[in-house]
C-alpha cells in the first residue's frame, strides 16, 4: 500500500530568509512530509535580492534537504498550491497585529479552492520579533544581524551593505 505525501507550500517573498522562516519550515516538517518554500515573484515590490538568489539562500538553508524543495511563482497561490500536489499552506504568525491580513487572505485562498487549507504556526518566541524587514532596515545602517539569519544570508547582506557589523 503506497504512503500518500503530505504536501505543504510555505510562500513568501523571504527577501532575506531569515532564522525565524526556518523555525516554522522545521516545524511544518513535522507535519508535512515535504514543504515546498515558494518564493512570490512579485514585480511591484521592489526586492533586496533577486528571485535566484533568494532559491540560492534558501537552498543553503536546508542543505539541499530532501524534503524541502524551493521554488518561484507567480499568480494565485492556490492555483500553484494546487500544481504542486499541496494539502495545505503555512503561514508564519509572530503576532496578533498579523492574524488580521493573514486570516482575511486564508479565508479568500478557501474560497478560491476549497481543498487546500492554510495552516497558521506561531513563530517560535525566539523569532518573534524578526522580519525581513527589521533585519534590512538593520543591517543598511550597520547593526549586528548575527544569529537573526543563516551565515551565508549574513554574507550577501554584508556586500549589499558594507557598513554592516561582522
Not at 43 to 61: D, G, Q, Y
Not at 85 to 112: C, H, K, P, W, Y
Amino acid at each position: 500500500m503506497s504512503k500518500n505525501i503530505k504536501i505543504a507550500v510555505y510562500p513568501g517573498s523571504f527577501d532575506p530568509f531569515t532564522n525565524g522562516h526556518i523555525d516554522i519550515v522545521e516545524r511544518a516538517l513535522k507535519i508535512f512530509d515535504q514543504v515546498i518554500v515558494a518564493i512570490l515573484n512579485n514585480p511591484s515590490k521592489k526586492a533586496l535580492f533577486t528571485v535566484e538568489e533568494r532559491v540560492e539562500m534558501i537552498k543553503k538553508s536546508f542543505n539541499n534537504g530532501e524534503n524541502v524543495t524551493v521554488d518561484a511563482f507567480d499568480g494565485l497561490l492556490v492555483d500553484y498550491a494546487r500544481m504542486q500536489n499541496a494539502t495545505a499552506v503555512i503561514r508564519g504568525m509572530r503576532a496578533i497585529s498579523d492574524f488580521e491580513s493573514e486570516f482575511q487572505m486564508a479565508l479568500m485562498n478557501r474560497r478560491l479552492c476549497r481543498e487546500v487549507q492554510t495552516i497558521f504556526l506561531m513563530t517560535g518566541l525566539r523569532w518573534i520579533f524578526t522580519s525581513s524587514s527589521i533585519i534590512k532596515e538593520a543591517a543598511q545602517f550597520g547593526g549586528d544581524i548575527t544569529g537573526m539569519v543563516p551565515v551565508f544570508v549574513k554574507q550577501k547582506l554584508k556586500e549589499k551593505f558594507p557598513k554592516m557589523k561582522e
